[in-house]
């Protein structure tokens, strides 16, 4: 599959559990979230496509990496993706392991239309502490945001914050850091604070309430772009608003 641009979603949940039905709800979840998607195909070791004619049993079945295998449609013009593993590191320091839930859509209309309907989705479904959506290369300049506690401060990319390297985090419910849209459980939105009235006007006009209290909040209407000077404003604000976020203050 072709290497493009795209929105990579990351969700981190509670890990799986003997039986657990929550890989098939999350497959499922974001079928329906995405007009005409079908993740009825894996690939082989060379890249092809491989039709999975009985994917539910299959995903029954396994427990690829404690989480669930690799699932694609088959349009290498836009890719969408998804897949889960179990992460021995837990959300903060001396949490349990954490279900990681990935997935791609292709960074055109129609995926940044869909995007927080899938998100809500994926972390509804995985019951999900916390998430996000972004654009591809974002993670890269969050990894230059990361420090350990005994460490000096130092420059960061687009002159963001420095956050606590996730090991370090003080409480799972706490994000380790800001994306374009975020999925916050009520335990996190709670731990943030959100919603304020007085000051949440601004980030409450691009957000919305999940089924379970959560909430999806969106911080730019397209995509995160740091070159563009609104969009690094407005993600320099939502940081101000949450020093929580990152491990700057304590919950």
């Known amino acids: 599959m072709a290497l493009q641009k795209s929105l990579n979603l990351n969700v981190y949940a509670p890990a799986l559990v003997d039986d657990d039905k929550r890989p098939l709800a999350i497959i499922h979840g974001m079928e329906r979230a995405v007009p005409g998607l079908r993740l009825a195909w894996t690939l082989s070791e060379k890249g092809g496509f491989v039709a999975l004619p009985r994917r539910d049993e299959w995903i029954a079945a396994e ?90 401060p ?24 800001l994306g374009w849209l975020n999925y916050w459980s009520s335990a996190t939105a709670e731990a943030l604070g959100f919603p304020d009235s007085a000051r949440d006007a601004d980030l409450l006009s691009r957000a919305r309430r999940t089924e379970s209290g959560g909430w999806v909040v969106r911080l730019t209407d397209a995509p995160l772009d740091l070159g563009n000077p609104v969009h690094l404003e407005a993600l320099l604000r939502a940081y101000d608003r949450f020093p929580e976020i990152g491990g700057r203050s304590a919950p």
């Open 63 to 152: 427990r690829t990496d404690g989480g669930f295998p690799f699932l694609c449609n088959d349009d290498e013009s836009r890719p969408v993706t998804l897949t889960g593993w179990e992460n021995p590191s837990g959300l903060a320091v001396g949490s349990p392991p954490r279900l990681d839930v990935h997935a791609n859509l292709p960074l055109d209309a129609g995926g940044i239309a869909a995007a927080p309907d899938v998100l809500e989705a994926i972390g509804e479904k995985a019951r999900a502490v916390w998430g996000h959506v972004s654009p591809s290369g974002y993670n890269e300049v969050v990894s230059q945001q990361f420090r350990g506690p005994e460490e000096e």
């Open 154 to 177: 130092s420059a960061t990319s687009h002159g963001l914050p420095g956050l606590l390297r996730p090991r370090y985090n003080r409480a799972a419910e706490i994000p380790h850091y």
